[in-house]
Every structure is written in structure tokens, then in C-alpha cells.
């Protein structure tokens, strides 16, 4: 293999590092900015959210379509191989967690005009920085080929779902306590729902990241918390 | 290039047909299963849906590792290459098809000893029908390769989209009208999302079918209707 073909091949996967960071740090800002529109509930950021959605959907497209081509035209092996895979895994995850940070903000349009007391988005919001710190410690994980940083982002997910089971007995318990909180409770079920799916992305990367490096991949059986697809509230007599 | 390679290239591509082939057929299964379970609120059919998804995810995970494989040994051109690529990316829709309705049966679990009028889930149900319906087309156009076919289901998804919309307020109105409702149709309102996201996999099928036969890809703005994002009910003064 001569010179020439080496170096251009070192550059189709630099251009593939760096598409991926340009996705990472859209992904970022957009969950950042949904969690800060929710709090706010602020229409207008929420539509900034909406609308740079898109940027994050060329990107997946095209770093999908380099990767294969890269791997039938150079038929990279070991490492190579598994960071183009890794590519098309990663960008896969940051596209969903734009799409969830968008209906995040689709969400916050609706429920903007309401005004229920700000403890019921507490809960939500905690939850949302816990996820967008996993969101930023596996792309540094990732930039930096960490293992053991990545492995550290796998471990913490099991405290996210969590959180999220006792987040949506408290939601059923703001809506049984007044029906006029439904709708926005409602709203904020699926919000929360949209942030531990982030969560979840966040731990593919991770499982990504420790392929890359090692080659092998994780147990299936990642630690998962959430017991909330199993959890029921009754009304109280109260209710 | 030899007769032998040709052939076990051909025999390559024939065991990704089969696999993808038998992944259809689990997730169609799931997904009727879940439809049921929720009916009959059946906990041990639920049970039977959760125990199944492993397979699916097994096959996932093969089907993405042969393709990978085949682009980088054997460097398809055009319409195989095509072929390769859509493997992966209808495994990874099935894949997620399978945990949705899986999501489905753990909440059959948690609502199974609950005993609201049964007009409740009829929405859901219907719902859930015609989206079994619209993967059973695509699994079939997707066998034959058939992009009219496949046209016709990414046309359809838009109703389900505005079934989804009203179902979400119909639930929001029985939560309202009786808080005892609100654990059970928090629950249903999830379930309807995943039969609703199930429709988008199935979308996202027929898109692959389409860039699989033509090598060109659909308009990304596909028809939506989905407004319940935006959707939202108010207590009436006697809730």
C-alpha cells in the first residue's frame, strides 16, 4: 500500500472524528437548551431547538454514507474497521438524541402558556443536568478513546432510571392531586421519558466506546433501574 | 472474478435475507402479541413478549456483523451494496420494533389487575391494528422488493400519526373525568406512543425499500400528523 493511499485514508477517518464532534456538540447544546426552555418554558428557544434538528440529520447521513464507502473502498481491518463502525454507531445515537431533545422542545411550545408551580419541573430538570453530564463525559470518552471513562458513563445509568421511576410516581401524584395538572404533568412524563432515553443513547456510546478500544463488547445486561414501565400509583381516597 | 466467489457472495446475501426474514417475523408476532395482552390484559402472554425480544436483539447483532463483513471482503457495487446496507438498517428498525413492543408488555404487566371499563383501550387497539397491518405490508414489500408497496405504507403513516393525536386527548379526558384512570391511561398514553413510534420504524422500512430498488432516497419530510406533541386538554370547571 504506497504512501499516498495511507495518509488519504488517515483522512477520511479524520473527517469522520470530526463530523462526529461537530454532532456531539449540536447534541449538546440541544439538550442543554431543552432543558433550559423547559424550565423557562420558553417558546421561543424551544423553536431554536426545532429547527437545528436538521443540521444533526445531514450530518448522520453523510458520515453513514462515508463510512461504508470508506470501508468497501479500503477495507480497513481491526482498529480501522471497528472506528468506522464505531462512526456509523455514534452519530446513529446523536441523531436519536436530537430528535428526543427536539420533541423535548415540541413539548415545552405546548405547555408554555402554563402556569403551574415551578416544583413540578424540578424533578425533570434534575434529572436533565444528571443526562447531560453523562451526555458530555462519553464524548469526551469518546474523543479521547477512554474505556474506563465510558465504563464510568455505563455504570451511572442504572442511578437515571432510577430517578425516573420515582419521577413518575411524583408526576401521577401532582395529576391526582388536581386534575388540572394533567395536561402538563403529562407533558413532563414524556419529557422525562425523552431525557432517559438520552440516557440510554448515552450508554450506547459508551458500549461503542469500549468496542472500539477493546474489541469486545459489553454484557447485555447493563444495569437498568427502571421500574417505572412497572410502576402504578392508586388514587387515594382523598383523589 | 471466479464462478465461486459470485455464488457464496450470493449465499452471503441469502442468509441476510433469511435473517432479516425471520426478525420480521418475531417482531410481527410481538407486536399482535402485544395488541392482545393489552385486550385481555394478559400478564403471562406479556411475559411471553418479553422473553422473546432476546432472539431479535441476537439476530440484530449478527445481521450488522455479517453486512459489515461482506462490504469489507467482497466490496459490493451498486445494487448489492445497496442490499448490504439496507440489512442494517431494517435489523436495527426491527430491532427497535421489538423493544417497543416489549415496552407494551411491561406495562400489561403493571396494569394487568386493574379493571377500567374496557372502552377505554379500544383506541389503542384499534391503533395497535393498523399498525400491525402496516408492518405485515412492508415486511411483504420489503421480501419482494416492491416500492409501490412500500410507497403506500409511508403514505399511510400519516392517519396513524392523526389517530394518535386524538387518542392522546381522549386519554388526557379519562384521566380528567376520573383520577382513578390516571395510573391506567398514563400507561395506555405510553403504550400508544410505542405503537406509534412501531409506525414510524415501519416508515422508516419503506424508506429503505425505496433507496434499496431506486439507489435514491425519499423527501425527508415525510408526511406527519402527528400534533400531539403540541396537544393539550384543559380540566373543565366540574374536573
Redesign the interface.
Known amino acids: 500500500m504506497s504512501e499516498h493511499i495511507v495518509s488519504s485514508y488517515d483522512t477520511d477517518l479524520q473527517n469522520l472524528r470530526r463530523s462526529i464532534a461537530e454532532m456531539g456538540g449540536i447534541a449538546e447544546k440541544m439538550m442543554a437548551d431543552a432543558g433550559t426552555a423547559l424550565v423557562r418554558r420558553d417558546a421561543s428557544l424551544a423553536q431554536a431547538i426545532i429547527a437545528a434538528d436538521q443540521r444533526l440529520?445531514v450530518l448522520q447521513?453523510e458520515i453513514e454514507e462515508k463510512a461504508?464507502l470508506l470501508?468497501?473502498?479500503r477495507?480497513?481491518m481491526a482498529i480501522d474497521?471497528r472506528e468506522t463502525?464505531s462512526a456509523i454507531r455514534v452519530s446513529?445515537d446523536l441523531e436519536r438524541i436530537g430528535d428526543l431533545a427536539k420533541?423535548i422542545a415540541?413539548?415545552v411550545?405546548?405547555?408554555s402558556d402554563?402556569m403551574q408551580p415551578q416544583k413540578i419541573v424540578l424533578g425533570v430538570q434534575h434529572m436533565s443536568e444528571l443526562v447531560q453530564e453523562q451526555l458530555k463525559d462519553v464524548l469526551d470518552a469518546y474523543a479521547t478513546q477512554d474505556v474506563k471513562a465510558a465504563r464510568d458513563v455505563w455504570e451511572r445509568d442504572g442511578g437515571i432510571d432510577a430517578l425516573y421511576t420515582s419521577l413518575f410516581r411524583e408526576l401521577?401524584t401532582y395529576?391526582?392531586e388536581d386534575?388540572?395538572n394533567?395536561?402538563?404533568c403529562?407533558?413532563l412524563?414524556?419529557c422525562a421519558?425523552n431525557v432517559e432515553r438520552i440516557g440510554d443513547h448515552t450508554t450506547n456510546i459508551a458500549e461503542t466506546i469500549h468496542y472500539l478500544v477493546t474489541g469486545e463488547?459489553l454484557p447485555?445486561d447493563r444495569p437498568k433501574n427502571d421500574a417505572s414501565?412497572?410502576?402504578?400509583?392508586?388514587?387515594g381516597p382523598g383523589?
Open positions: 440529520d447521513r461504508i470501508i468497501a473502498r477495507q480497513p474497521l463502525i446513529g420533541n415540541k413539548r411550545v405546548a405547555i402554563q401521577l395529576m391526582m386534575p388540572r394533567i395536561s402538563f403529562t407533558h412524563l414524556f421519558k463488547t447485555t414501565n412497572y410502576a402504578t400509583v392508586s388514587a383523589a
